[in-house]
């Protein structure tokens, strides 16, 4: 099963943009990319997902490269309320996968 | 309008013993979907269930199982605990079938600990 890559932490100052990095290299055509975060003491929260065009909502923009193969999460202005574990997420027809995600900190 | 809930939020139970846990999902939702939390696994998919049907399952045993009332209301049972079931068990609900290719939302979780 395809599987995501991602850095094992970051760190951000307040009000800057932030940029997650997510590598998923053997994706398959199908498979949806979502993106997660989890408060500590909570379960996760959905952020973004996508399939092939880049997404924007009122939480972050999600770029998936054109070969699929990696994407980021961009987060405009980092807020200590960002601080979290984020998920990037391989979901197909039966199952979400789960990578081992990015603990981004914020600093003021 | 309430969020996902999940009862009990904490439990401990003893190897070779079995526990239910239980899951009320968004009004309306009609999928709902677990999860297992470890510090070791990170997050792993146990099933999912629509209409009272399991439409999909992750890879565990088959000491793993659930069912899922005609209110969507939804029960995991774990029987024969083993330590390595020590976890956090995530509900979350969604309104479409095939949970994973749409927003989920979870719930806070029941921590089970495994003497």
């Known amino acids: 099963d395809a599987k995501t890559t991602q850095p094992n932490s970051m760190e951000s100052n307040e009000e800057e943009p932030v940029h997650l990095p997510c590598n998923h290299s053997?994706?398959?055509?199908?498979?949806?990319i979502h993106w997660y975060r989890q408060l500590p003491s909570q379960g996760p929260e959905y952020v973004i997902h996508g399939l092939t065009s880049n997404v924007n909502n009122r939480m972050a923009s999600l770029a998936i490269a054109e070969d699929r193969k990696s994407s980021t999460l961009i987060l405009h202005r980092a807020t200590l309320r960002d601080a979290a574990v984020y998920y990037c997420i391989l979901s197909g027809n039966n199952d979400m996968r789960f990578g081992a995600g990015t603990r981004l900190t914020v600093k003021p | 309008k309430a969020g996902v809930t999940q009862t009990p939020r904490y439990l401990i139970k003893t190897r070779g013993q079995q526990v239910t846990l239980s899951c009320s999902p968004i009004?309306?939702?009609?999928?709902v979907s677990w999860y297992q939390q470890t510090p070791g696994q990170g997050l792993q998919f146990l099933f999912e269930y629509f209409s009272e049907t399991q439409r999909n399952k992750g890879n565990f045993p088959g000491r793993f199982s659930g069912r899922q009332f005609s209110n969507s209301r939804s029960e995991m049972n774990v029987s024969t605990l083993e330590l390595g079931d020590s976890a956090l068990y995530l509900c979350?609900?969604?309104?479409?079938?095939?949970?994973?290719?749409?927003?989920?939302?979870f719930g806070p979780g029941t921590r089970l600990t495994v003497l």
């Open positions: 053997t994706i398959s055509g199908t498979d949806y």
């Open positions: 979350a609900s969604s309104f479409h079938r095939s949970a994973p290719r749409n927003e989920q939302f």
């Open positions: 009004s309306g939702h009609r999928s």
